[in-house]
């Protein structure tokens, strides 16, 4: 049996200010955000947090502490040294029958008497216990309201600090868990642990079908954002499920689509699949360049060039840095065996950071020289 006080490095006498210190010091100390990739750190800040969760509650408590003792009773007797048994035959030892005795007089009521102060001991303490939750949820809706007010204001490091107090105060505050995983995820680059906090909102907001003033996102959103951090942590399947329970939430939603093209393009190299997520984003919303993009791709692998071409000048004229496009322009007049244009936007590729742009003009470099000659004489 584990023993709590340890853990938090605090005696049995401890009051709750002093439990809550430790815990909040301790948590700190081994928080996963604080100890990325450490197991150890990881299984203590459990350790930590199941203490707590017991030590802070009364009733709990109680309940722990005659645990405690009763193992430690146990434990001394077992070790404690047993009487030598008697050597005299057992028809030799004297046997006392004993009368048992009958309450009487002003000790007649008295179990009645323990039972009534302990089911008013037990009434006490679940009140206690209730005000005490109480007054958690409330404190946690306080510095929820703080974490999303920094938010607002763009002060992302403070925002996250309100967010996690206000998980700590309430575990189940969903709306303190989804701006904590927003924070992780788009402002402090950490998806893998933003998974934790999106996950957790399934788990307690699987009720929610619609954002309302009190719930900062909607089961759809909770779906959502865990199938991008899945996207950016690598975790391919999962992004794809979790975009997938996203469409059967909300049918027309544009970013699970645009995922879901990504996903199967250029993770995948599933063309079928892609073409169809971006045709559909396209019939909704024709200035979505991402989509326009991926679409392209898809047709120039299949070799459909001239319409490929119109989608890629279409973002040039609307991004002329868009480093795929030049790339794939490129190899289109490439194609088109006009190799002096081909050279110059894979050389443009190339300064915007597309290492495919590179190998293909050292293919075509020797190429692109002479042509180049020539024209200047």
Same mark, same amino acid.
């Given at each position: ?111 009645k008497v323990h039972l ?26 306080n510095e929820y309201q +703080?974490? $999303? ?8 490091? &403070?925002? /996250?600090? =309100? %967010?996690?107090?206000?998980?700590? !105060?309430?575990d189940k505050n969903m ?115 991402? +989509?326009? $993009? ?8 299949? &070799?459909? /060039?001239? =319409? %490929?071409?119109?989608?890629?000048? !279409? ?63």
């Open positions: 049996m584990l023993n709590y006080y340890e853990i938090l490095g605090i005696t049995r006498t401890a009051n709750a200010a002093e439990v809550k210190a430790a815990f909040k010091r301790l948590a700190i100390q081994y928080h996963p955000d604080k100890n990325p990739n450490n197991k150890i750190a990881e299984e203590k800040f459990k350790l930590v947090n199941e203490a707590y969760q017991v030590l802070q509650d009364d009733y709990k408590r109680a309940l722990y502490d005659q645990r405690l003792l009763y193992k430690e009773e146990v434990r001394s007797y077992n070790t404690a040294p047993q009487p030598a048994r008697s050597n005299y035959p057992p028809s030799a030892r004297k046997t006392y029958h004993y009368k048992r005795r009958t309450p009487s007089g002003n000790f007649a009521n008295l179990p009534l102060a302990l089911g008013s001991f037990l009434i006490v303490v679940i009140l206690f216990a209730l005000c005490y939750r109480l007054i958690g949820v409330y404190q946690s809706k +703080a974490a $999303l007010l920094f938010y607002k204001n763009g002060e992302y490091e &403070q925002s /996250f600090t =309100k %967010a996690h107090e206000a998980v700590l !105060q309430d709306s303190a868990y989804y701006l904590r995983g927003l924070l992780l995820l788009n402002h402090l680059n950490n998806p893998q642990q933003a998974v934790y906090c999106f996950s957790r909102c399934l788990t307690y907001g699987r009720h929610i079908m619609e954002k309302d003033s009190e719930n900062l996102g909607t089961l759809a959103d909770f779906y959502l954002q865990r199938g991008i951090c899945f996207y950016k942590t690598g975790s391919y399947t999962n992004a794809i499920d979790d975009f997938q329970h996203t469409l059967q939430l909300r049918t027309e939603d544009e970013t699970a689509w645009l995922y879901l093209g990504h996903t199967y393009l250029y993770k995948r190299n599933d063309f079928a699949p892609a073409y169809t997520y971006y045709t559909k984003i396209l019939a909704k919303n024709p200035t979505n360049y991402d +989509a326009l $993009l991926g679409k392209s791709i898809v047709l120039f692998h299949h &070799q459909h /060039f001239k =319409k %490929a071409a119109k989608g890629f000048e !279409q973002i040039l004229q609307h991004n002329p840095d868009s480093p795929q496009a030049r790339y794939y322009m490129g190899r289109y007049f490439l194609v088109q065996k006009d190799s002096t244009k081909g050279c110059e936007y894979l050389q443009i590729a190339k300064e915007l950071g597309v290492e495919e742009a590179e190998d293909m003009l050292k293919r075509f470099n020797k190429l692109c020289v002479t042509e180049k000659t020539v024209r200047n004489l």
